[in-house]
Every structure is written in structure tokens, then in C-alpha cells.
């Protein structure tokens, strides 16, 4: 992905997107950006706009009298009326750039989005707005090129998005940028993950709550980054839960030449990742294992909403590693063994608590690979 930072008139972008903040009345008589667009683009543009249905965080409509094949309209609340704007805006640049990438489209055009009357200011929306791209960018890894286009006039925003462009050069959470100045149109380009360079000896520290978590962590990733061959099967029924976008996401992989196929043995699904080389494998893998963390964790916190409607109560859930020498454990094995089972592994322990009610979830895995969660005060 490439990103530029320029000076310019949105409306005049000739990008294949251009991407729009409008009210949430759907209105584009109100608003510098969507005034201007508005202006160019013709009265058709409102008429679409108002009866088009919302999907996600955007309203995709046709250009009419803009230069681009598509318009982009995202509708961010004001951030002193609503607690997660800042999230809102985020996840508005993610829907727009999922969407271009999904329609095919080859560049996008945004502008500084919440510097107006959304009350963010010039700061937050450049660290939103980049930290969006950026992660964009490390689960998307596609040819794009990513416009930010700030009004000529606005120096004060162009220097806060120069400033943290610059900044996330520096840090290592976020992708290499590589800035350049162009002097005809005062512009900054940045590129994002294409200058990264890498370590003639790279190194892996391990930390962990125990010695038998981290072995297993050294284990894992030995697994997957010391491949006997150039294939590798994942079998984990989250894959079942794939999204679109996750499937965008392999369908990018295959388009760079891995070899990805899903089936389902013994009733469990998985993925079998093949290439021409180890390397482009195990980075394959590992871009399949880091989507299948990402589920589980939405999985976690949508049972923790149903468990908050069940109960009316605030919950809170805390893994922790098991004490096998707790009286606790060895009652419960003792009932498991009376109930003609076998207990091979105690993995850890859960604590979920429910206001002043607290439950603890034993998990363990016993004979015939079948594991069983047994639920007690």
C-alpha cells in the first residue's frame, strides 16, 4: 500500500474512490466536504444518497459529476455527543478500505475526517486515520494507493498528519513509512511496509505465566517457522466462522501465489497452506493462525454480552493457570475418574464473575480428544 499526504480540493481527486463525511441527516448541504461535493457532483448525488441503504459504516453512491467511479460516504457522530466516536472513525476508514479493495478499486481518496464540526482535533484525526491504514495495511497486504488530501489553505492539519506520519516512522507498533517532498505540490509520501529491513539473525524472546505455557509457545511457533515441508494443515472449527473479509484476505494470499484449501476431516474443519517456497508457507500460516485468534477473541466477547443479558449484571472473565495442587482440582479429578473418564491435560483456569456471583470453568481435555467443561460455584 502506498500512502500520500497532499494538498488539494477533494472534489477534484480523479482517484478511483473519493471518500465523503456527511451529517447523519444524510444531508450535503451541510459541511465544507460534502458542500463541495455536492457542488460538483450534481443534485443526483443527494437524491441517491437518501433513499440508498447504509451497509457497515459507509453508502457507497455513483460519482455523477466527480472525476472518480465511486463515492464513499461515511457518517461519524460528533465526538462530545457520542463516547465511541473515536472508534467510529476508525472503523469508517477499515469499512471504506475493505470496500475499495472489494470492488476493485486500485486508489482512494480521503479527506481529514473529524477536524470540522465532528469536534476531533487535527492530531487525533491523523493518529486515527494512519493507525487505520496502517493496520489496514498488515492484514490487507494489496496494491492500493491511499490519498490523504487536506484543503490547501489548512496548513495546520497538513503539519499534524506530516507530524504523525513522521512519528510513526519511529515507532514500532506500526509499519516503515518512507516520506519524500515533492516541490510542486508541497506533497509527503509515505510507504507503507515496503522499506522494512530485516535482521541478518532474527530473534524470538519467549515470556510466559509458566515454564509449560512458554515451552508450548516455543513449540508452536518452532512448528510453524521450521516446516519439514512446504505445506502445513491447521485444523480449528473457527475456521467455520471465516467472514468475508477473512476470505478476501486468503483470496489476497492465493493472488500472491500461495495455494490455500479448506476441508473438513473427522469433523473438524481446516486449512491446508501450500506454496513454492517454506518461507512464503510458514508467513501464510501464520497470517491464517493470527485471523483464527482474532474470531476467538470476538467469540469471547460475545459470550461475555450474552452472559450480561442472561444475568443483568456487570461480568468480568479472567484466565488463569491452573493449581493442580489446589484440594479444588483433585476433588474434581477424583469425580472424574468415579465417572469412568480419563484426564490427560488441565489446561488453565477461568474465572467469571457476575457482580458478587462467581463461577470457575474447569477445562480439560479427556479420552478420545473430547474435552468437557464442567461448570461449579
Known sequence: IRLTLKKGNIEEQKTDVIVNTASQDRSLRIGQISKAIFRKAGPEIQKEISEAVKTNYIICTKPYGLQCKQVFHTFCPDKTSHKASAQILHASVLDCLWTAVTNKHKSIAFPAIGTGALGFSKRESAMIMLDAVAGFSHECPCD????????????????????????????????????????????????????????????????????????????????????????????????????????????????????????????????????????????????????????????IDEEKYELQLLSNKEVSIRREMADLSDPMFSGRKRAFCDGGLRIIKVTSKLQISISQDRYLVLVGFVSQLQSVDVLYN
Open 144 to 299: 492500493l494507493d491511499v490519498h490523504f488530501v487536506i484543503y490547501p489553505s489548512d496548513y495546520g492539519t497538513f503539519q499534524a498528519f506530516q507530524e504523525q506520519i513522521t512519528l510513526s516512522q519511529q515507532s514500532p507498533s506500526h509499519h516503515n513509512f518512507s516520506l519524500g517532498q515533492t516541490s510542486a505540490a508541497a506533497e509527503a509520501e509515505a510507504w507503507i511496509g515496503s522499506h522494512t529491513s530485516r535482521a541478518p539473525t532474527p530473534l524470538i524472546l519467549l515470556h510466559g505465566p509458566t515454564e509449560e505455557s512458554t515451552r508450548e509457545a516455543a513449540k508452536w511457533l518452532s512448528n510453524h517457522l521450521s516446516l519439514s515441508s512446504r505445506s502445513v494443515e491447521i485444523c480449528n472449527n473457527f475456521i467455520q466462522h471465516f467472514s468475508e473479509k477473512n476470505h478476501l484476505q486468503l483470496s489476497k494470499m492465493v493472488e500472491a501465489g500461495v495455494w490455500i484449501e479448506e476441508f473438513f476431516v473427522q469433523g473438524h474443519a481446516c486449512i491446508r497452506v501450500d506454496s513454492e517456497s517454506k518461507e512464503d508457507t510458514a508467513i501464510a500460516a501464520l497470517r491464517v493462525e493470527e485471523m483464527l485468534c482474532k474470531i476467538q477473541e470476538q467469540f
